[in-house]
T-cell receptor
Framework: GAGVSQTPSNKVTEKGKYVELRCDPI?????LYWYRQSLGQGPEFLIY????????DSGLPNDRFFAVRPEGSVSTLKIQRTERGDSAVYLC????????????FGPGTRLTVL | AQKVTQAQTEISVVEKEDVTLDCVYE???????LFWYKQPPSGELVFLIR??????QNEISGRYSWNFQKSTSSFNFTITASQVVDSAVYFC?????????????FGKGTKLTVNP
């Protein structure tokens, strides 16, 4: 079956611009997660959705970052007024939605802010 | 607070050697889950194993084995007879239910290089 997909695979933007990153989870998975991975580091949690609602957004670094999942499937991570420090790989994962389930990761979107 | 420590930043071995990757975790919860993921040069995180806190049985899957010891808060990963294809960054991760979140907390990873 299809895994988690993310688009685009690469995004280059200029400082100050707005970007949207998309995640398509495994069909039937109610839980969806966004992480950010900087070079040489482990992934860091950003936000967790259970269905349509954000159950935990404690990892979002500031109010320039926002994510939605309006129909409980596809999710979009939105970054306003991008800064060079936002450059990283943004990873999406999904799981069936029960406590402690395995999270399956997509290939990531590499964001470069010039 | 939740924390995962992978003290080994990089390990280099010669093919067919055995290698153990260390993972030490911290959590206040009695129910938690531990994971290992592999990140090859292509970049995608590949799930290897999930273990819950109530199951301390060691597990073997082919050349891979995992040693879970609650007494030392460790969940170590051993690759037997390593191969070049094992070269990757390996991450240990922890999930508990603090605050109702299912987020994973990752260690910084161990980069394993297996030389022919």
């Amino acid at each position: 079956g299809a895994g988690v997909s993310q688009t685009p695979s690469n995004k280059v933007t200029e400082k100050g611009k707005y970007v949207e990153l998309r995640c398509d989870p495994i069909s039937g998975h109610t839980a969806l997660y966004w992480y950010r991975q900087s070079l040489g580091q482990g992934p860091e949690f950003l936000i967790y959705f259970q269905g349509t609602g954000a159950a935990d957004d404690s990892g979002l670094p500031n109010d320039r970052f926002f994510a939605v999942r309006p129909e409980g499937s596809v999710s979009t991570l939105k970054i306003q007024r991008t800064e060079r420090g936002d450059s990283a790989v943004y990873l999406c994962a999904s799981s069936p939605g029960n406590g402690g389930d395995t999270q399956y990761f997509g290939p990531g979107t590499r964001l470069t802010v010039l | 607070a939740q924390k995962v420590t992978q003290a080994q930043t990089e390990i280099s071995v010669v093919e067919k050697e055995d290698v153990t990757l260390d993972c030490v975790y911290e959590t206040r919860d009695t129910t938690y889950y531990l994971f290992w993921y592999k990140q090859p040069p292509s970049g995608e995180l590949v799930f290897l194993i999930r273990r819950n806190s109530f199951d301390e049985q060691n597990e073997i899957s082919g050349r891979y084995s995992w040693n879970f010891q609650k007494s030392t808060s460790s969940f170590n990963f051993t690759i037997t007879a390593s191969q070049v294809v094992d070269s990757a960054v390996y991450f240990c991760a922890l999930s508990d239910d603090q605050g109702g979140s299912e987020k994973l907390v990752f260690g910084k990873g161990t980069k394993l290089t297996v030389n022919p």
